[in-house]
């Protein structure tokens, strides 16, 4: 009976552990991670080269896109799987990797040319960063902030991203418009991997 009490107490001890171990840590985006969505959707996020996050995912329906983000943040590119002629693309008018990293509390607007099956035309992006707190992400544990991005658009186009700086990357937490009000996605879990 003891020896199964102690091998109790060392599971209970040890299982804290086992959980956190399967978090990502720094550096563990050059492997990829993934984030799993309420809704069943997911994305994988995976540094392709210093600055240059590439992102797979798969919407709840089952349908793929992948984006291109500097920084973990800066939208470069984004195309449906299904349509690998109607990408969007991002030009900011300098290197991708000299787009700036964001910070908290920080607030900045970028000029982009933007080119999509219609044609190119200019948009500017106000980006404002919330400040760094605690959150957790399923049984992980993180510090993170908002990126809010305001999109000169006819619909007032705004997206939050959740920025998790130790990680070095983003993803959405909603969208919103004057034509498709709010689009919220809630991350229930994070690991390592697809």
């Not at 008018?93 to 999509?116: K, N, Q």
């Amino acid at each position: 009976m003891k020896l199964v009490f102690l091998l109790i107490l060392g599971l209970s001890l040890t299982a804290p552990a086992l959980v956190l171990a399967t978090c990502p840590v720094p550096g563990d985006l050059a492997q990829g991670i993934t984030v799993v969505f309420d809704d069943g959707g997911r994305e994988t996020f995976r540094e392709v080269r210093p600055g240059i996050v590439a992102v797979y995912g798969q919407d709840p329906d089952g349908s793929g896109y992948v984006m291109t983000l500097a920084q973990g943040f800066h939208l470069l590119e984004t195309r449906d799987l299904d349509d690998l002629e109607g990408a969007l693309t991002y030009d900011y008018g300098m290197a991708e990797t000299a787009l700036p990293v964001p910070r908290p509390g920080e607030s900045r607007t970028l000029a982009a040319r933007v080119t999509d099956a219609n044609g190119t035309y200019d948009e500017n992006q106000v980006q404002s960063y919330g400040k760094a707190l605690p959150m957790d992400i399923g049984t992980c544990h993180y510090r993170a902030f908002e990126g809010l991005i305001n999109y000169a658009s006819g619909d007032n186009y705004v997206e939050s991203i959740l920025y998790l700086p130790e990680l070095g990357f983003g993803f959405l937490q909603w969208s919103q418009s004057d034509v498709d009000g709010r689009n919220p996605m809630t991350a229930i879990s994070i690991h390592t991997g697809r």
